[in-house]
Structure formats: C-alpha cells, structure tokens
C-alpha cells in the first residue's frame, strides 16, 4: 500500500484516498494506529486509518464478504486483500498484493 501511495504522490488524497480499517480493534485504537502510522511512514494526507467498535468493524468487512478471524492464541487473522472503491462505494476491484502492481493499480484510480 505504502508503494501505491508513493506512486500516487501528490494525488494521494485528491483522486484516491486509501483507507485502511484494523481488523482488531479491541487492541487498535487511534493511539496505536496513530503509532502505527507514524512508524510505517504512512501518517500523510490522503491516508486514514480506522478503528471503532468490533460489531462495526465485522459489519464494515461483511459488505466485503470478509471475516473476521480470530486464530486459537487469541489474535486476529489479517486481511491481505485490498479493494479499490468508486466514490459512492461500489467495489471496483478487487487485489492481493503478490500479484498487484503499484504503477497498474495507482493507474486503475478513477
């Protein structure tokens, strides 16, 4: 994600915006994702992070028909998928990151 927001440069945020939702946020909340961010360098306009309620965050990811896993230890299983969404939130397409280019996908960007 972080290649695709270099690739989009200055039009993170005006033509795209990636939006990145924690799939655990019993343990996510904005001081973590803020730490997050700022560690992973992708604390910059055009980027926005998402914690909230669990029930809210499995209703987010079911309009994607994705899980929210949680493994035998307790953690949650992370999603590698990654969709791009047109602007009144219809799925466009649909991504796995071994197999997604930066330069294809910042071009697919509306």
């Not at 730490?35 to 992708?42: L, P």
């Not at 965050?57 to 949650?76: C, D, K, S, W, Y």
Request: with cysteine; proline share 8%.
């Amino acid at each position: 994600m972080r290649r695709i927001a270099d690739k989009l440069g200055p039009d993170l945020g005006s033509i795209a915006t990636i939006l990145s939702v924690t799939v655990d946020p019993e343990h996510d909340g904005p001081k973590q994702l803020l730490d997050y961010a700022r560690a992973q360098a992708v604390d910059r306009i055009g980027w926005i992070l998402l914690t909230g309620q669990p029930a809210k965050v499995n209703a987010q990811m079911a309009q994607f028909n994705l899980p929210r896993e949680h493994e035998e230890a307790g953690t949650i299983s992370h999603v590698l998928e990654f969709f791009l969404v047109g602007p009144d939130g219809p799925q466009i397409a649909l991504y796995v990151p071994r197999e997604t280019n930066a330069t294809v996908l910042a071009t697919d960007c509306p």
